[in-house]
């Protein structure tokens, strides 16, 4: 059973706010309790602060400096969280990328003070690399583990973690979030699950999805445990939920994915919360969740520049996310002037502890950061003093014969009507050169006229006009799994034309 309430976090102002010192409190009062579960393995919090021992030491070697800044790529996910940790103890900011981004984020591996990762994943421009060798690790794994106190004092302004926003409408811009902003964000996370020792989560992507490696620290520091097999494969999820896990944090997109792998004969699992990030998740696929895989799906919305804004359960009005108690919310006209209640208008957050901005982007920090608010891009609706409806991005509105429609809301009324294995909504020039909308559609279940009846079934009650159907490949989205807009009116474009 699970504790009753909301779980509490330790003061702010208290001294010790890593999170090797949470692994060596529950190595020390539960040695033997199961801290991760790689790849079926089962690694309890004595061999987990043990092995972070070692690798604290092995990393002193290379003399880095604090506030230094180190980028980690590792496909062995145990190692990578171990120099995560191990780093972080010894005041390094790191980040962490994937090999097969190593080119596209060049120019910020360049910026890095020190690049670690196995031997065909050194950027070509690394200031300096250090080799993940076996050779490496097999010496790092049988070395010392003795404590030795790191005498480097923790302050809230500490560099922690350098993230990537999403850049889903432009290039991604970088932040490098301070310890009180990553603490906030843990310590948030464990009050919007309810965390105690006894829940499971399964990581479900890369901790280059920071979401994902501050989720990690949230359960390792409650003393839960965190599990983890290829998450790049749904079969692999599926397997994994059969170990006990209780929660999952997914994009819109992997939720889909496994409730369409799902055998028919799937056990619906007794205590799983799924939380999903990224993008808005349509009301049908939150109850098909809900009706064959969890017992709670929680949505919600953020951004990496501040923790939680709002959250949105099965008791809350559709579509209609929560202010969480800590974050105050306005929506506004152009002139950054407060709307009345049921107004459409510019989403602006604030709360004591976010970003103040981004790194070697001055143009980008002054639009979205101002006057003590942040502007993640968004429109929205306050339906009442703590209820948020998000329409969507101000900048992906489709101007449609004057009116202006959300993708992504025509995406969740496609969905309602139509199987496919993806789907994206996006605004082509029509003949007289109006805007019309068109529906990409991956893999239909229907055929053409069934899927052309659909759809206008799905649309009847908007008044869009003319609408094009086409079929592609795939539906361009970002590492995170949001559609990236500008790719899906060029593949959209190239499809109409060869029609």
């Given at each position: 059973m699970?504790?009753?309430?909301?779980?509490?976090s330790?003061a702010?102002g208290s001294?010790?706010?890593?999170?090797?010192?949470?692994?060596?409190?529950?190595?020390?009062?539960?040695?033997?309790?199961?801290?991760l579960?790689a790849k079926?393995?089962?690694?309890?919090?004595?061999?987990?602060?043990?092995?972070l021992?070692r690798?604290?030491h092995?990393?002193?070697?290379?003399?880095?400096?604090?506030?230094?800044?180190?980028?980690v790529?590792?496909?062995d996910?145990?190692?990578?969280?171990?120099?995560?940790?191990?780093?972080?103890?010894?005041?390094i900011?790191?980040?962490s990328?994937?090999?097969?981004?190593?080119?596209?984020?060049?120019?910020l591996?360049?910026?890095?003070?020190?690049?670690?990762?196995?031997?065909?994943?050194?950027?070509?421009?690394?200031?300096?690399h250090?080799?993940?060798?076996a050779?490496?690790?097999?010496?790092v794994?049988?070395g010392t583990d003795?404590e030795?106190?790191v005498h480097?004092?923790?302050?809230?302004?500490?560099a922690?973690r350098?993230v990537?926003?999403?850049?889903t409408t432009?290039?991604?811009?970088?932040?490098?979030l301070?310890r009180s902003?990553?603490?906030?964000?843990i310590?948030?996370?464990?009050?919007?699950?309810?965390l105690?020792?006894?829940?499971?989560?399964?990581v479900?992507?890369?901790f280059?999805?920071?979401?994902?490696?501050?989720?990690?620290?949230a359960?390792?520091r409650a003393?839960?445990?965190?599990?983890?097999?290829?998450?790049e494969?749904?079969?692999?999820?599926?397997?994994?939920l059969?170990?006990?896990?209780?929660?999952?944090?997914?994009l819109p997109i992997q939720?889909?994915?496994i409730?369409d792998?799902?055998?028919e004969?799937?056990?619906?699992?007794?205590?799983?919360?799924?939380?999903?990030?990224?993008?808005?998740?349509?009301?049908?696929?939150?109850?098909?969740?809900?009706?064959?895989?969890?017992?709670?799906?929680?949505v919600?919305?953020?951004?990496?520049?501040m923790p939680?804004?709002t959250e949105?359960?099965?008791s809350?009005?559709?579509?209609t996310?929560l202010?969480?108690?800590?974050?105050e919310?306005?929506?506004?006209?152009?002139?950054?002037?407060?709307?009345?209640?049921?107004?459409?208008g510019?989403?602006?957050?604030r709360t004591?502890?976010m970003?103040?901005?981004?790194?070697?982007?001055p143009?980008?920090?002054e639009?979205?950061?101002?006057?003590?608010?942040?502007?993640?891009?968004?429109?929205g609706?306050l339906e009442?003093?703590?209820?948020?409806h998000v329409?969507?991005?101000?900048?992906?509105?489709?101007?449609?014969g004057?009116?202006?429609?959300?993708?992504?809301a025509l995406?969740?009324l496609?969905l309602?009507h139509?199987?496919?294995?993806?789907?994206?909504v996006c605004?082509?020039p029509?003949?007289?050169?109006l805007e019309?909308v068109c529906?990409?559609?991956?893999?239909?279940?229907q055929?053409?006229?069934?899927?052309l009846?659909?759809i206008?079934?799905?649309f009847s009650?908007?008044?869009l006009g003319?609408?094009?159907v086409?079929k592609?490949?795939?539906i361009p989205r970002n590492?995170?799994?949001?559609?990236q807009r500008?790719p899906?009116?060029?593949?959209?474009?190239?499809?109409l034309r060869?029609a």
């Amino acid at each position: 059973m699970r504790a009753a309430g909301r779980s509490q976090s330790p003061a702010r102002g208290s001294h010790r706010r890593l999170s090797a010192d949470y692994i060596a409190f529950h190595a020390a009062e539960r040695p033997d309790a199961v801290a991760l579960i790689a790849k079926q393995r089962a690694i309890t919090y004595a061999e987990f602060d043990r092995d972070l021992r070692r690798f604290t030491h092995a990393l002193r070697e290379l003399e880095l400096a604090r506030g230094q800044t180190v980028a980690v790529a590792c496909d062995d996910l145990y190692v990578h969280w171990l120099l995560l940790l191990a780093l972080e103890r010894l005041r390094i900011a790191t980040m962490s990328y994937l090999s097969s981004e190593r080119e596209t984020y060049a120019t910020l591996l360049a910026s890095v003070d020190l690049v670690v990762s196995e031997p065909d994943s050194r950027p070509a421009r690394a200031r300096r690399h250090f080799a993940i060798t076996a050779q490496w690790l097999s010496a790092v794994f049988a070395g010392t583990d003795e404590e030795q106190e790191v005498h480097l004092p923790e302050a809230p302004d500490d560099a922690v973690r350098l993230v990537r926003t999403s850049g889903t409408t432009g290039e991604s811009k970088r932040l490098l979030l301070r310890r009180s902003v990553q603490d906030a964000w843990i310590d948030r996370w464990a009050w919007f699950l309810t965390l105690t020792r006894d829940r499971r989560y399964l990581v479900t992507m890369p901790f280059a999805v920071n979401a994902i490696y501050t989720v990690a620290r949230a359960f390792i520091r409650a003393g839960g445990s965190v599990a983890w097999d290829l998450f790049e494969d749904t079969a692999a999820i599926l397997r994994a939920l059969s170990q006990g896990i209780t929660d999952i944090v997914v994009l819109p997109i992997q939720l889909k994915q496994i409730l369409d792998a799902l055998p028919e004969d799937f056990e619906k699992p007794a205590n799983l919360t799924v939380t999903v990030i990224g993008a808005a998740a349509p009301e049908v696929l939150r109850k098909r969740a809900m009706m064959r895989l969890a017992s709670e799906v929680i949505v919600g919305y953020g951004a990496n520049e501040m923790p939680f804004m709002t959250e949105l359960r099965e008791s809350c009005a559709p579509d209609t996310g929560l202010v969480l108690p800590w974050v105050e919310i306005e929506v506004v006209d152009e002139d950054d002037k407060p709307l009345p209640n049921g107004s459409l208008g510019r989403i602006r957050a604030r709360t004591a502890v976010m970003a103040d901005g981004y790194l070697d982007d001055p143009q980008a920090t002054e639009r979205m950061f101002r006057g003590g608010w942040f502007y993640p891009g968004d429109v929205g609706v306050l339906e009442g003093a703590r209820r948020l409806h998000v329409a969507g991005r101000s900048d992906e509105l489709m101007n449609i014969g004057g009116g202006k429609f959300s993708p992504s809301a025509l995406e969740s009324l496609v969905l309602e009507h139509v199987r496919a294995g993806d789907v994206g909504v996006c605004s082509v020039p029509g003949p007289g050169g109006l805007e019309e909308v068109c529906v990409a559609v991956v893999d239909p279940e229907q055929t053409d006229q069934e899927l052309l009846n659909r759809i206008s079934l799905a649309f009847s009650a908007y008044a869009l006009g003319a609408f094009h159907v086409v079929k592609l490949d795939r539906i361009p989205r970002n590492p995170v799994g949001k559609i990236q807009r500008e790719p899906l009116k060029r593949a959209v474009a190239s499809r109409l034309r060869k029609a």
